[in-house]
């Protein structure tokens, strides 16, 4: 799940989900941020590139 990360204080608004049924990643979640930046694209990074 994807979610825009509280930006507007009312609760966390789901923007994306993708159901995968079988995986081999050996955690439960990762946490990755995500956004468009004009004129280079969509950008996704770890939390300690951010």
Do not use: H, N, W
Not at 3 to 8: L, S
Not at 25 to 44: D, T, W
């Amino acid at each position: 799940m994807c979610t825009d990360g509280d930006k507007t204080g009312d609760g966390e608004v789901e923007l994306y989900r993708q159901d995968i049924p079988y995986t081999d990643f050996p955690l439960k979640e990762a946490k990755l941020f995500a956004f468009s930046e004009p004129g280079i694209g969509r950008i996704v990074l770890l939390p300690s590139e951010y």
